[in-house]
């Protein structure tokens, strides 16, 4: 069992940066495969980022490549999104999730635990 715990999202301009956290409960974590997803109002939940449990690949939906980057530190149980060059269609509620897989997983069917979300607001 894993629990993950999602923070700081909030509102920023447009053009600013903003990392968000999620920290995982219990000793196995450097045993999944971690990625980011994304929810805007009235659209469904869409791959972001993900790594694997080793943070050696990642890999990256399109409309973020060159603007975010996940990262992960197995000895605090935690990855991290840090996002720059923000607009305001990166708007959404940040989801966290483990997939009980070494490598890299960009479905949501594939992952086993989710967070609870954090919003990240970016204003034009």
């Known amino acids: 069992q894993v629990q993950l715990v999602e923070s700081g999202g909030g509102l920023v301009q447009a053009g600013g940066s903003l990392r968000v956290s999620c920290a995982a409960s219990?000793?196995?974590?450097?045993?999944?495969?971690m990625g980011w997803f994304r929810q805007a109002p009235g659209k469904e939940r869409e791959f972001v980022a993900a790594?694997?449990?080793?943070?050696?690949?990642?890999h990256y939906a399109d409309s973020v490549k060159g603007r975010f980057t996940i990262s992960r530190d197995n000895a605090k149980n935690t990855v991290y999104l840090q996002m720059n060059s923000l607009k305001p269609e990166d708007t959404a509620v940040y989801y966290c999730?483990?997939?009980?897989?070494?490598?890299?997983?960009?479905?949501?069917?594939?992952?086993?635990?989710w967070g609870q979300g954090t919003q990240v607001t970016v204003s034009s």
């Open positions: 219990g000793r196995t974590f450097s045993s999944y495969a």
């Open positions: 790594i694997s449990w080793s943070g050696g690949n990642t």
């Open positions: 999730a483990a997939a009980g897989r070494y490598v890299i997983a960009t479905l949501s069917g594939e992952y086993d635990y």
